[in-house]
């Protein structure tokens, strides 16, 4: 059974940067059928897709992120990770990150399957 | 790339059925059929429940049912039950590797 999990501080100040590593167990995140991707969700508010990232390394971003937003991912240790600078109090959030499925060719993704629990992220001084 | 539009809310009683929409342009819901749904409870991740506009994942009830016409989608739960209570989102492809969700509409099972 494929399992994600988020790790990283939950407490990131003001005008830093937030890193989280998601890692992936029960699967191998090199497989060719699906991007891994981070999700993040305000407090009492909707879900916003941040950014998806191939084995390959081959990266998109939300345009409303793109600016601040670095995705990595390390095949050797099964993980990608997020990095978003700048962060402000409107980043704080639930973030997920989750394994998208590729429907054709190498880049257009169709729906998360699996999710990890989330991790909360603080923006405070 | 604008967030898909959803009810804030629909509620409905055991047993009946529910229909949530999700409406979108033609560069997202309109262009390709690539809309899922998603299930979330409170405190917890969302569930995948139907993709690619009406496919169920094995293991989700089919009391649970997608559709699409034009721009918009649709999510409709019959025979509701009290564990169907929990927000709703959908989700569709927007071209360029992109993905936008609706904002979310919270079932309520009176």
């Known amino acids: 059974q494929l399992q994600l999990q988020e790790s990283g501080p939950g407490l990131v100040k003001p005008s830093e940067t937030l890193s989280l590593t998601c890692t992936v167990s029960?699967?191998?995140?090199?497989?060719?059928?699906?991007?891994w991707g981070w999700i993040r969700q305000p407090p009492g508010k909707g879900l916003e897709w941040i950014g998806s990232i191939y084995y390959s390394g081959a990266t998109y971003y939300n345009p409303s992120l793109k600016s601040r937003v670095t995705t990595s991912v390390d095949t050797s240790k099964n993980q990608f990770s997020l990095k978003l600078s700048s962060v402000i109090a409107a980043d704080m959030a639930v973030y997920y990150c989750?394994?998208?499925?590729?429907?054709?060719?190498?880049?257009?993704?169709?729906?998360?399957?699996?999710w990890g629990p989330g991790t909360l992220v603080t923006v405070s001084s | 790339q604008s967030a898909l539009t959803q009810p804030a809310s629909v509620s409905g009683s055991p047993g009946q059925a529910i229909t949530i929409s999700c409406t979108g342009t033609?560069?997202?819901?309109?262009?390709?059929?690539?809309v899922s749904w998603y299930q979330q409870h409170p405190g917890k991740a969302p569930k995948l429940m139907i993709y690619?506009?009406?496919e169920r994942p094995s293991g989700v009830s089919n009391r649970f049912s997608g559709s699409k016409s034009g721009n918009t989608a649709s999510l409709t739960i019959s025979g509701l039950q009290a564990e169907d209570e929990a927000d709703y989102y959908c989700c569709s492809y927007a071209g360029n590797s992109a993905l936008v969700f609706g904002g979310g509409t919270k079932l309520t099972v009176l």
């Open positions: 690619e506009v009406s």
């Open positions: 029960g699967g191998s995140i090199s497989s060719s059928s699906y991007y």
């Open positions: 033609s560069t997202d819901v309109g262009t390709y059929n690539l």
């Open positions: 989750a394994r998208l499925v590729v429907v054709f060719g190498n880049t257009v993704v169709g729906y998360s399957d699996y």
